[in-house]
Structures are given as structure tokens and as C-alpha cells.
């Protein structure tokens, strides 16, 4: 799923629509027939050549480039440039060239300074490093590259988020010139159905568009048959309850539960049966109310002859099943056992089920000492995705739930209040669904710290010692330490043609992905 990805695209709305403005729309006279292409900002044919279909661009400035005027060139006073070799080299480029790079940037002359900042000539010059008793280093060609240009290029290449994220902390976003944020060709913005141009259609709430296309006045049977199912998939949608997104609407600003029904209409909306349908936690992070649509387009599922499979901890959910399969009755090695499989009511003789408690008898009231707040945060005009205008003060130290339907805004209200208590000097953490660790090697003994404690007790070790082993040594996740063949995987890929790539344990290493001759192979994995 890319960045641009929208509630229209992941629908599959968005590729009607366009059909329908290529085939129905009405185009200015003598305007030219145009492809479904060309309604899609996402194709060279329809986006804007100015902004390549964002709708918005990037313009830097001295004051974003050069946050502190005070500093000098070797001072590091143009942030916007990289750090580390790079940025010296630029550095030094510009002193091959003449440059003062020890003088305070404000005290440069203004054309020296565009220059700098903005020209888009590379010239490349004979760099002389400066020698010290640590390097050595011969003189080299290099080429420069102005501030400017080696942002915005960052931003639009780098495949690196980090770097990106950096970038852009130089750059103002300004709407397209050219587009007006639009994000298409004048030629495509031109035709209209209903009376409004696409990007006005996508804009709309999901109901409203609806109405809209069933009152559009169209001539062509084909116009017609296309609203017709247009509007049917989107009463698909309306009956999951997202009636109020806008098919314009970025899916990375979706709610979980939003994404698991969007994606659950598209496969209502496919028709097939005798398919087999597996769904992992279809309800997870969804209001009740939400939650019985979702199990109302399950079961139109299984009516059409599917067979559908579905994990879950939702006991409205299970209630509605046909066939109950209960797993148990612990975790880990404490499971592992089918304890029933039958009919739901039939779990209530299972007694070493503990979803049989949960499942027929009633829940306990939970006995509590509620805490008195201690102040509280104020939140003022809140406009963020779903939110408008909202004011709430949120209390400090107590248990705090938010509830409502999904996509009522309750993600976006957090994320307002995580700011705002960041910025009145609170310590926050998150703790969301994002996968943890930061490579595929991450687990949980290396995300809670726990593998730091197990290295530095093998780097201690006498062994260790007389081979001049630290820590680093016996990490899966650094070279050196981590086994050379799988790169501390454990396991290598198998590439096979027209097939897809098989997975085997590593042979150097036996799936223990450290250098062979640690003292660390000496400690069964398992323990």
C-alpha cells in the first residue's frame, strides 16, 4: 500500500468514477474524448506536470535552510545540508571555490548567499583535505550541490524515512501553483458530471455522493449502468458505517477499524462463492455497533456459499457461529489442545474452557477506588481528519478511555492530547500496534532489553575475555557478532523460478544466528 493510496483506490471506487467521467462526462466544446487515465493523478496522463499529482510542492527558503544566521558555513550553519562526510565535503567544496566559509552567514552578501542556497550549476572543483595526524587523505574531484537541490532530491528519491523525515523539516508545503492543489490537468478538471469536476466528487462524504450520482441527469446507458453500481457498492460501505469518509481520503489517516471494514466491502462487493475466507480478528478495535455490521456482511458471506473462518476474542462474535472451534486451555505450552468443536452452545459443557466462562455466564462487576484528577489539559478548536472545532479538557493522572463508533475521531483526539502534553512538558509514551523492533531480527528479548543483560553476561565470561569479546560480539543484529552466511536470521531464502523463494535453517549456524566459535553456542537456544 503506497502513500497515495485513498479510500477511493483501496475500494476500487476511484477506477468506476474515472470510467464514468471518460464515458458520460461532460467536456467543454470541442474539448477532446479523454481516457480513464486521465482523471487519476496517480498516471503521467492525468497528473500535473507541476507537482507530479501531489497537489502540493515544496519551496525552501533561506530561514528554513539557515535556522541560525550567526554561525558560519564551517559552522554547520546550513542545517539543511547532511551531516557527516557529506556535509564536510560540501564544506569544503565551497572553500575550494573561494567561499568564506569562516564568516558568519548573515554577514555574507546577499547574491553569495542565493547562490549558495538555491543554484542548480554543479561545478566540481580539486578538494585539498585538510591533513591531520589520524588521516591521511588525497586531493579528489568533488562536485557541489546547493541546499535546495539536495533536499528536495532527498525527498524524492530517498527510499529511507529517516532521511526523508529530515528533509522535510526544510521545505514549506504550499499547494500547487499550477493545480490549485488539484492535482490533475486542466483538460481532466474541465469535465463534469453533476455538474462538478471529479476531484469535487471525491471530495464529498460517501452518502452525499451517492445522492449526488443518483440525481445526475446522464443521456448514455452506459453513464447510467455505471452510477447504478457505483452506488451500490457504496450503500455497501454506508452499511458498514463509513458513510462519512470521502473516497480523497488518505488511507494511512484511517483508523484500524475503518481499514478492516473498507477492506471487508471490497470482498462483500466481489459476489464469488464456494471461496474460503479467513479473517484474523475482523472486530479488533471496533465499537459494538460497528462490530454487529461487520458480522451482518459475514454472514452474508457464508449465505452467498462461502465458508468463512474467523479468529476471535469478541464473544458477540462467536455467539453468531455455526461452528465453534475452542483452543486450550492455556497459552503457550499450556495450549495447543482442541478442547470443542461443534456447536456453540455445546462449549458449556467443556468445563476446562475458560471462553465458556465468558461465553454464557455473566460478567463480573469490576470493584474500584476511583482517583481524584489533578488538573487537567484543555484542548481548544480541534480540527484534525474527523474531528471539527471540538474543545474537551482531559483530566491528568486517572484512567483515561475514550470510546465511540469507529472513525468518530477518537485516534485523532489522543494524537492531539499526546501534543499538547508533550508541549506542557509531560513525559509521553505510545503504545500502539506499530510492530515492534526495528529490523526483522527484533524480538522480545531485544526490544524490552533483556538480550542487553544476556550479552554482557557471555562477554564476561573468562573466554570471552582472553579473546577480547565486548558485548556487541554476541548480538545477532551487528556484523561480527551475527553469523555471516544469514545475517543473524537464523534461516536462509531459497530463490526458485516461477516458483515462490523457499526458507531453510541456516547451515553455519543451525538456525543460532551468532559466529560460529562463540562461548554463546555452548547454551542451548531454548534456555
Known amino acids: 500500500m503506497s502513500d ?3 479510500v477511493g483506490s483501496l475500494s476500487t471506487l476511484s477506477n468506476t468514477l474515472r470510467l464514468l467521467f471518460s464515458r458520460a462526462g461532460t467536456a467543454p466544446e470541442g474539448g477532446a474524448a479523454l481516457d480513464s487515465a486521465a482523471f487519476s493523478p496517480n498516471t503521467h496522463a492525468g497528473a500535473c506536470p507541476a507537482c507530479s499529482g501531489l497537489g502540493r510542492t515544496y519551496r525552501t527558503t533561506e530561514e528554513t535552510l539557515v535556522p541560525d544566521p550567526a554561525l558560519s558555513i564551517r559552522q554547520k550553519a546550513i542545517a539543511g545540508w547532511p551531516g557527516a562526510w557529506h556535509g564536510k565535503n560540501l564544506r569544503d567544496i565551497l572553500d575550494a571555490l573561494g567561499h568564506d566559509v569562516d564568516r558568519p552567514w548573515r554577514e555574507l552578501p546577499q547574491e553569495e548567499r542565493d547562490w ?14 585538510v591533513r591531520d595526524a589520524t588521516t591521511v587523505q588525497g586531493p579528489y574531484e568533488g562536485t557541489y550541490s546547493s541546499a535546495r537541490r539536495y533536499v528536495l532530491h532527498t525527498i524524492a528519491t530517498t527510499k529511507s524515512e529517516a532521511l526523508r523525515r529530515r528533509a522535510l523539516q526544510f521545505v514549506e508545503t504550499v499547494d500547487c501553483a499550477a493545480c490549485d492543489g488539484r492535482r490533475l490537468r486542466p483538460e481532466a478538471l474541465a469535465v463534469t458530471v453533476g455538474g462538478r469536476a471529479i476531484d469535487e466528487l471525491t471530495a464529498l462524504p460517501l452518502d452525499d455522493l451517492a445522492v449526488l450520482l443518483d440525481g445526475a441527469d446522464l443521456a448514455s446507458p452506459v453513464g447510467k449502468g455505471l452510477v447504478e453500481d457505483l452506488v451500490e457498492r457504496i450503500e455497501v460501505l454506508t452499511g458498514l458505517g463509513l458513510a462519512h469518509l470521502t473516497m480523497a481520503r488518505p488511507v494511512p489517516t484511517l483508523s484500524a477499524g475503518e481499514l478492516q471494514r473498507l477492506r471487508l466491502a471490497a470482498t462483500v462487493r466481489a459476489g464469488l462463492f464456494g471461496v474460503v475466507y479467513v479473517l484474523d480478528e475482523p472486530s479488533a478495535g471496533l465499537h459494538p455497533a460497528d462490530t454487529d455490521a461487520v458480522v451482518r456482511e459475514l454472514q452474508r458471506l457464508r449465505s ?12 458477540a462474535v462467536v455467539r453468531q457461529a455455526d461452528w465453534l472451534v475452542d483452543v486450550g486451555p492455556g497459552a503457550g505450552a499450556a495450549g495447543g489442545r482442541v478442547l470443542h468443536s461443534g456447536p456453540v452452545a455445546g462449549l458449556a459443557e467443556v ?11 455473566p460478567a463480573p462487576v469490576a470493584r474500584r477506588q476511583e482517583r481524584t484528577p489533578d488538573g487537567h489539559v484543555a484542548l ?3 480540527s484534525r481528519h474527523n474531528l471539527r472545532g471540538v474543545d474537551v479538557d482531559l483530566p491528568r493522572r486517572v484512567l483515561t478511555v475514550v470510546t465511540g463508533v469507529s472513525g468518530s475521531g477518537k485516534s485523532s483526539l489522543l494524537d492531539e492530547f499526546a501534543g499538547a502534553a508533550d508541549g506542557g512538558g509531560w513525559r509521553v509514551v505510545r503504545l500502539d ?5 526495528r529490523t526483522p531480527r527484533s524480538n522480545l528479548a531485544t526490544y524490552t532489553g533483556l538480550f542487553d543483560a544476556v550479552r554482557a553476561l557471555f562477554a564476561a565470561t573468562e573466554e570471552a575475555r582472553q579473546r577480547g569479546y565486548d558485548a556487541g560480539r554476541f548480538s545477532f543484529n551487528r556484523p561480527g557478532g551475527r553469523c555471516s552466511d544469514c545475517e543473524g536470521e537464523g534461516y536462509v531464502s531459497v530463490e526458485l523460478l516461477f516458483l515462490p523463494s523457499l526458507y531453510a535453517r541456516c547451515a553455519t549456524c543451525g538456525g543460532v544466528p551468532v559466529q560460529p566459535g562463540d562461548p554463546a553456542r555452548g547454551l542451548p537456544r531454548g534456555d
Open 351 to 361: 468445563a476446562a474452557s475458560v471462553t465458556r466462562r465468558y461465553l454464557f455466564e
Open 380 to 382: 481548544r478548536g480541534l
Open 116 to 129: 549558495i542556497l538555491f543554484t542548480d550549476e554543479q561545478p566540481v572543483v580539486t578538494v585539498t583535505p
Open 433 to 437: 500496534q506499530t510492530p515492534i523492533g
Open 4 to 6: 497515495r493510496s485513498t
Open 304 to 315: 452467498a456459499g462461502n465458508s468463512v473462518f474467523v479468529v476471535e476474542h469478541d464473544m
